[in-house]
T-cell receptor, first 112, second 113 residues
Framework: GENVEQHPSTLSVQEGDSAVIKCTYSDSASNYFPWYKQELGKRPQLIIDIRSNVGEKKDQRIAVTLNKTAKHFSLHITETQPEDSAVYFCAAANQAGTALIFGKGTTLSVSS | SQTIHQWPATLVQPVGSPLSLECTVEGTSNPNLYWYRQAAGRGLQLLFYSVGIGQISSEVPQNLSASRPQDRQFILSSKKLLLSDSGFYLC????????????FGPGTRLTVL
């Protein structure tokens, strides 16, 4: 089945710096890759996603890139702010498209 | 618009007691429904998912079970809770078409003592 690896597990940056989180997946048939942000004690919230027919997608300070050949995708946050501090999860859809397999999460801390 | 509800929000149960957590979705038909568990400071573990009434797929062996008695209702149960069942239980839904986004409910925080 699908397996998703996420790195790093923790990331500390200064306000205004960029943050990059990377994920790799195992199933070459996967074609949907969302990213979720989870603040302490809250539910995960979808922040951006990318489908396999697209190489990059941007939404203001957030961007996601996908390399299908290498089976990896990344989340890029520019001009980080303290409110970006949270746990970020990447995920990949299973082959049937019925379920998401999540990475173990990255705890991002942005200090001012 | 679609809304997903979970209850209770928090629950404290003794070891060996039964469990029933409920999840309902409004504003959509024939959703895919999911149960995840998140242990403290850990990732999201998929427990069960359902693509229709009475259809349950189990992802991990455990003492939990799931049922889907109605199109928009998903229930997580246990006959006898273990200490290791403590965690944050999240229900999620997505549309029945491939590639649709998946959305999480507010979660139930379960503590087994």
């Amino acid at each position: 089945g699908e397996n998703v690896e996420q790195h790093p597990s923790t990331l500390s940056v200064q306000e205004g710096d960029s943050a990059v989180i990377k994920c790799t997946y195992s199933d070459s048939a996967s074609n949907y890759f969302p990213w979720y942000k989870q603040e302490l004690g809250k539910r995960p919230q979808l922040i951006i996603d990318i489908r396999s027919n697209v190489g990059e997608k941007k939404d203001q300070r957030i961007a996601v890139t996908l390399n299908k050949t290498a089976k990896h995708f990344s989340l890029h946050i520019t001009e980080t702010q303290p409110e970006d501090s949270a746990v970020y999860f990447c995920a990949a859809a299973n082959q049937a498209g019925t379920a998401l397999i999540f990475g173990k999460g990255t705890t991002l801390s942005v200090s001012s | 618009s679609q809304t997903i509800h979970q209850w209770p929000a928090t629950l404290v149960q003794p070891v060996g007691s039964p469990l029933s957590l409920e999840c309902t979705v409004e504003g959509t038909s024939n959703p895919n429904l999911y149960w995840y568990r998140q242990a403290a400071g850990r990732g999201l573990q998929l427990l069960f998912y359902s693509v229709g009434i009475g259809q349950i797929s189990s992802e991990v062996p455990q003492n939990l079970s799931a049922s889907r008695p109605q199109d928009r209702q998903f229930i997580l149960s246990s006959k006898k809770l273990l200490l290791s069942d403590s965690g944050f239980y999240l229900c999620a839904w997505k549309g029945d078409r491939v590639h649709n986004e998946q959305f999480f409910g507010p979660g139930t925080r379960l503590t087994v003592l």
